[in-house]
């Protein structure tokens, strides 16, 4: 892989991981144009890597305040009403990573092999479209996140670990049709992609270290890791901006385009 290739998987990586069109489904068909060998764990993990950065330093906020609350439940004791509001919403993030956690540990053979499927991701690109298409009939109800529907958002993020299946479109549509505001709903399946990187990660990483390449290759891959956090960092500020405006939809119909270009071209 040289230099330009990395620097265009990280782009792909960075726009599509958070926007609702599947960076896993983009990936495969940037892989097979650019003659790049699918599959390569470390660039994987690399880009990952990047991306997972970006949306810890966008919700950095948010995340402190966990953290806050959580140190403060354990040395005092003591909650404020915003202290519970943050452990409520920690322990929701824990409830909606086991589904894809158990999900990913027992299908794991199944996944990877519809990931060198060109034409079931083109398939599933379809799928995911009309997933997106049908938030149109979504209507905010005013729910809160309670232990059910986080659930159901930990389910559909289960199910998006399938190639061009969208983790943050499938996510963003069950919070949405489980009645929640489809800006909580977003700004709740961008916090749950921190745990399920990071889980992701670290099942990979013994893989990761013993196949770490020589210098001139890592840095190459740090390119591709660089673009993608730069690039993630933007499009989750984009998406949102997107669904304030009502348009996650529109995303669907893109997605749509994509799988029959692809059963098309593949």
């Known amino acids: 892989m040289g230099i330009i290739q990395s620097l265009i998987l990280g782009l792909v990586q960075g726009i599509t991981e958070f926007l609702p069109i599947s960076s896993s489904g983009h990936l495969v068909f940037a892989e097979r144009l650019l003659h790049v060998r699918a599959g390569d764990l470390v660039f994987e993990v690399m880009v990952h890597l990047g991306t997972l950065a970006a949306v810890i330093i966008y919700f950095r906020r948010q995340l402190l305040d966990i953290c806050s609350a959580m140190m403060r439940s354990l040395t005092s004791g003591e909650k404020s009403a915003a202290d ?5 919403l920690a322990w929701f993030l824990v409830i909606g990573t086991i589904p894809a956690a158990i999900f990913g540990y027992f299908m794991e053979d199944v996944v990877e092999a519809a990931f060198a499927s060109p034409r079931w991701t083109s398939g599933e690109f379809i799928v995911t479209g009309l997933v997106l298409i049908s938030t149109i009939w979504a ?13 159901g958002i930990g ?34 399946s961008f916090l749950l992609s921190i745990p399920a990187i990071v889980i992701a990660t670290v099942f990979k990483m013994p893989e990761f270290l013993s196949l770490l390449p020589d ?3 890592f840095q190459i891959y740090l390119g591709g890791s660089l673009a993608s956090g730069i690039v993630g960092y933007l499009s989750v500020k984009w998406l949102l901006d997107i669904i304030k405006k009502g348009k996650f939809h529109y995303f669907g119909i893109y997605c749509i385009l994509v799988g029959i270009l692809g059963l098309i071209l593949f």
Request: net charge positive; proline share 2%.
């Open 84 to 88: 519970k509001s943050n452990l409520q």
């Open 139 to 151: 209507r905010d109800r005013g729910r809160a996140l309670g232990t059910w529907n986080t659930i």
């Open 215 to 217: 210098q001139h290759l």
């Open 155 to 188: 389910v559909a993020q289960a199910i998006s670990i399938m190639p061009a299946i969208s983790r943050s479109g499938s996510t963003i549509a069950a919070g949405m049709f489980s009645g929640i505001n489809r800006e909580k709903a977003a700004e709740f």
